[in-house]
């Protein structure tokens, strides 16, 4: 029934984008090897019996699955994006099960168009998410960025390490932040008026 987990971390093995790996042996297994994204780790489930030549054999094929698993999901997201408050909520959870271990759980996710000074809003305490409609129109992986970061807001009200190492996991989180400050920066020089980031903090 033992159960054990070796992590290993970015000096030792990480996934394409740099997420940590984390090998759990297990006796209950016999041949079966499957793997799985927990807390922004990517777990490779391998049975106890495995060598260290199976085990590095094993967890790279399963990696490379997880890595095609995770392309095509980009490139159904990117053909069917969330546009209904309904897709959207959907796609919240998903969000939050891959890179939150599932943990921010919202009440309710829905665009709105009354949001003039920020991207993204989260009352914690309801447990409720708005994004700005304006957002729509932007590429997917920067609505992914503004909803985990509310997501993350569920979790951690500011914005201390603890909130930032939320949002670890989402690769796109450095490239989407320097999107939106390019956003805000032409808004500034009167290219267009638009919001400064999530929660109306500029360069979130």
């Known amino acids: 029934m033992s159960e054990r987990a070796v992590p290993l971390t970015a000096g030792e093995l990480t996934t394409h984008d740099g997420a940590p790996v984390i090998v759990r042996r297990s006796a209950r297994r016999r041949r079966t090897v499957t793997a799985f994204w927990e807390d922004g780790n990517a777990v490779v489930a391998i049975p106890a019996s495995f060598t260290r030549a199976q085990e590095r ?5 399963m990696l490379d699955k997880l890595r095609r698993q995770g392309e095509r999901r980009a490139q159904g997201a990117g053909r069917r994006r969330p546009s209904g408050d309904a897709e959207l909520a959907a796609h919240a959870a998903a969000l ?11 009440t309710s996710v829905r665009w709105v168009s009354n949001q003039n000074s920020r991207w993204g809003s989260a ?57 939106l400050e390019g956003v805000a920066f032409a808004s500034s020089r009167g290219l267009g008026r638009e919001p400064e980031g999530p929660d109306g903090e500029s360069g979130c």
């Open 96 to 106: 939050s099960g891959r890179y939150l271990g599932g943990r921010a759980v919202p």
């Open 57 to 61: 054999e094993w967890v790279q094929r």
């Open 123 to 179: 009352t914690p305490a309801e447990g409720s998410i708005r994004l700005s409609d304006k957002l729509k129109p932007m590429p997917q992986w920067v609505i992914d960025y503004v909803l985990l970061h509310e997501l993350a807001h569920l979790l951690v009200a500011g914005h201390n390490s603890a909130f930032w190492r939320l949002l670890e996991a989402y690769p796109e989180t450095q490239r989407a932040k320097a999107f």
